[in-house]
């Protein structure tokens, strides 16, 4: 049969016609596949802490990075769900030699302990798949002494046989008297933990070891040294005083340097020896210690009050950092911090910094990096900070600012990595600077309300804020500079942005830190009522629910919330560690 056709049947030319079109077409129908979500992995939930769930879930394709995946939750046994802050997009990325993949991924906000929630999330992607998932997942309760179990006496001349004696379920009390730093060498169980506690009048004077410990209660305790839980799961540092050497343990008071689970410290006071003046300043001024440090999964850090160390509360870095995810720091008070208020460095995602106050700190809130995030920063407080309030350094991918309040000297809301910072989400933040200088050799900045000259603007999204300078209205958002609110506003996504004023957004009068190396006691930063903050920030779900009036308000304290006063300074010889040592 001949392969030609004849003249008059229009077959070919037709063919032709319809293989160029598709041919033509290729490249877009190529781009769409690619655009869309192709697949999606099993939903994890790793790690729940006593208020939030963490939520991963992986996927393939969506290389435009336009998925949504929307979240909504309810207690077991409950008729209404609640609307969940939908997850963040995580494309694939590498940084600082650490990696991740390709996913969604977030978190549910204030729960309550050991309660059950049933979890539905939906995936929707314009340009193809649409996914759902229904899961039920648990908080966690803290630990509690078992009731019923053995209360042994110990002594200093009696402490080592009584822990030799001790079983699961068990409380040694220390009585009156002086111990020299020992190791804890027993467990407890899940059910029956053991728990370490002093009688008035008993302290620990160097270190208290707990070196690869499960399930442990350290309550009411005077440690004159540092508490090590190198290794521990399931260990809670309770109600206790730390009050770091001046001589031993670097300055440090509680310390996980090898891989942990699960710790909970909270309700402490830790004591320091760093001081705070310009010699004091930076990651190599004259500073010492870690009032906490961990690493690992699932800690709780918690209403602890710290107060002169290089860093206040911080996570492990380089290659020194493992697991470092679902991790809450909440409501802490920081004051005197030579380098980082709280450093949550190498988070892999879902590490919750929310609730903290800083007041005297060279940085306040590290993020160097955010490894693909989500790493959130809620409902913070800073109050004179000598360099930046968000060191989002070493090319941080992630962070998450939402409802923070910053006042300090020079530039309001600033970063100077020389790297680029990307995939940064800010919402209803306050951020208020002026006049800034040098000190101990480091800049403030000169009073911009924004410096972020290397923020990637494509995957990054910042609106909703107000800021204000003592300095006029300037500044830079990656490569756009602006001056004045107007051209903020047309030039970049802070479309709902506005000018604040300190003198008039508070309730109370709140100083502007001229001089940072004065110590200042953290003000009353409740909003006034009738200001442009009241009501004008964006409502988020299970992030500012509940609000009265026509909206949520900008800042860390929504006006009709009573916010306690920041815990008194302790006395200047516990704050410096003098007298104290192992």
């Known amino acids: 049969m001949s392969s030609v056709a004849p003249a008059n049947r229009p077959w070919p030319t037709l063919a032709r016609s319809v293989a160029a079109v598709l041919f033509a077409l290729a490249p877009l129908l190529v781009s769409a596949q690619s655009n869309a979500v192709d697949s999606v992995g099993t939903v994890a939930f790793p790690e729940p802490t006593f208020q939030h769930i963490t939520i991963d879930w992986p996927i393939t394709g969506d290389a435009n990075n336009n998925s949504i995946v929307s979240v909504r939750f309810r207690a077991v046994g409950a008729s209404n769900w609640r609307q969940g802050m939908p997850l963040r997009r995580v494309p694939a990325g590498s940084t600082s030699g650490f990696s991740w993949a390709n996913r969604h991924s977030g978190s549910l906000f204030g729960l309550q302990p050991a309660t059950s929630y049933q979890v539905e999330l939906q995936l929707t992607d314009p340009d193809g798949g649409s996914f759902n998932r229904q899961h039920t997942v648990s908080t966690r309760s803290p630990m509690q002494s078992f009731a019923s179990g053995t209360v042994r006496q110990a002594t200093p001349s009696t402490l080592s046989s009584v822990l030799n004696a001790a079983q699961p379920g068990d409380t040694v009390v220390l009585g009156a008297g002086n111990y020299a730093g020992f190791n804890l060498n027993r467990d407890g169980t899940a059910e029956r933990p053991l728990t370490l506690r002093a009688a008035a009048a008993a302290s620990i004077n160097g270190e208290l070891g707990l070196f690869y410990r499960r399930h442990v209660i350290l309550q009411d305790l005077l440690v ?38 699960r710790l909970h410290i909270a309700d402490n006071t830790l004591n320091g020896t760093t001081q705070w003046n310009e010699a004091a300043l930076g990651v190599n001024g004259n500073n010492r210690g870690e009032g906490v440090v961990v690493t690992g999964p699932g800690h709780v850090v918690e209403r602890n009050t710290v107060t002169g160390f290089r860093d206040g509360i911080s996570f492990l870095e380089g290659s020194e950092a493992v697991d470092q995810y679902s991790i809450d720091v909440l409501e802490n008070f920081i004051d005197i911090s030579g380098d980082d208020a709280i450093e949550a460095d190498f988070c892999a995602h879902n590490c919750r910094i929310i609730g903290n106050r800083a007041v005297n700190s060279f940085i306040a809130f590290s993020s160097q990096p955010s490894l693909g995030g989500p790493t959130y920063f809620i409902r ?203």
């Not at 050497?245 to 090898?258: H, M, Q």
């Not at 909003?527 to 009241?534: E, V």
């Not at 964006?538 to 009265?548: F, K, M, S, V």
């Not at 304290?557 to 200047?572: G, Q």
């Open 224 to 261: 004159n040294g540092r508490i090590r839980l190198n290794g521990s799961s399931d260990v809670a540092v309770r109600n206790s005083t730390v009050n770091a050497s001046a001589t031993e343990f670097n300055g440090d008071t509680i310390v996980c340097f090898l891989r942990c689970e």
């Open 380 to 582: 913070n407080v800073a109050f004179n900070v000598i360099h930046v309030a968000f060191k989002l350094y070493r090319t941080s991918y992630g962070d998450v600012l939402l409802h923070n309040t910053v006042i300090k000297n020079g530039d309001a809301f600033a970063a100077y990595p020389g790297v680029p910072i990307h995939r940064l989400y800010a919402r209803n933040n306050l951020f208020l600077g002026g006049p800034g200088g040098s000190w101990g050799g480091y800049s403030s900045g000169s009073g911009r309300v924004i410096d972020l000259a290397t923020l990637v603007t494509s995957g990054s999204s910042s609106n909703y804020n107000g800021y204000g300078s003592e300095n006029g209205f300037t500044g830079r958002y990656g490569s756009t500079q602006f001056s004045g609110l107007a051209q903020l506003r047309s030039s970049t996504t802070e479309l709902q942005s506005q000018q604040i004023s300190r003198a008039t957004v508070f309730a109370a009068s709140v100083p502007y830190p001229s001089n940072p190396m004065t110590r200042y006691s953290l003000p009353d930063l409740r909003l006034a009522a009738g200001t442009s903050a009241i009501g004008s920030a964006e409502p988020i779900p299970n992030i500012n629910d509940g609000y009265a009036g026509t909206g949520p308000d900008l800042g860390a304290f929504e006006l009709a919330e009573a916010t306690p006063p920041p815990p008194p300074p302790p006395p200047p010889g516990r704050i410096f560690g003098d007298g104290f040592g192992g």
